[in-house]
């Protein structure tokens, strides 16, 4: 198996959004993504082709919420408007997210675009005994 390099010049062809940024921006966005999505031999998405498209995606994603798209910067709230009014301006929003929840993917379209993808790999997988190793099968309602 391979892990994917992030190529910062075919980033930026993907998601033309993200221009503005410096490579250095662009590579600390994707090594965040990283934290999310494992980039390495064992990782869940053994697909490489796969796992760097799924790794743009929370690339754009990380990139849009720390340093903003097309030359402007971040949004300044973070998560859901509670209220709002309109005479004198007032906002507020509230962040009540439980980690590795739709929520917070969801403040983008790249992760609202990711969480969908992946949904295949948040469901229980079968693990099989390690091969030599019998499981003995217990019948109670048997002499």
Same mark, same amino acid.
């Given at each position: 198996?391979? =892990?994917?390099?992030?190529? @910062?010049?075919? &980033? ?5 959004? &993200? ?10 966005? &994707?090594?965040? +993504? !990283? ?12 697909? %490489?082709?796969?796992?760097? =498209?799924?790794?743009? #995606? ?5 990139? +849009? #919420? ?9 949004? @300044? #709230? ?10 004198? =301006? ?6 009540? =997210? +439980? ?8 403040? $983008? ?8 993808? $992946? ?8 693990? @099989? +005994?390690? !091969?030599?190793?019998? %499981?003995?099968? %217990? ?5």
């Amino acid at each position: 198996m391979a =892990v994917v390099v992030f190529d @910062p010049a075919e &980033f930026r062809q993907i998601y033309p959004s &993200f221009a503005t940024l410096s490579d250095a921006q662009l590579s600390h966005a &994707f090594s965040m +993504a !990283t934290l999310y999505l494992s980039n390495k031999d064992t990782s869940a998405v053994c697909d %490489v082709d796969e796992r760097k =498209v799924l790794l743009y #995606l929370l690339t754009a994603h990380v990139a +849009a #919420l720390t340093y903003g798209e097309n030359g402007q910067g971040p949004r @300044p #709230l973070v998560g859901r408007i509670s209220s709002a009014t309109e005479g004198s =301006v007032s906002v507020s929003a509230e962040y009540n =997210v +439980a980690p590795g929840s739709a929520q917070w993917y969801a403040q $983008t379209g790249y992760g609202a675009q990711y969480w969908e993808a $992946t949904a295949k790999y948040r469901v229980g997988r079968y693990r @099989p +005994a390690p !091969t030599g190793y019998s %499981v003995p099968v %217990v019948i109670p309602w048997r002499p």
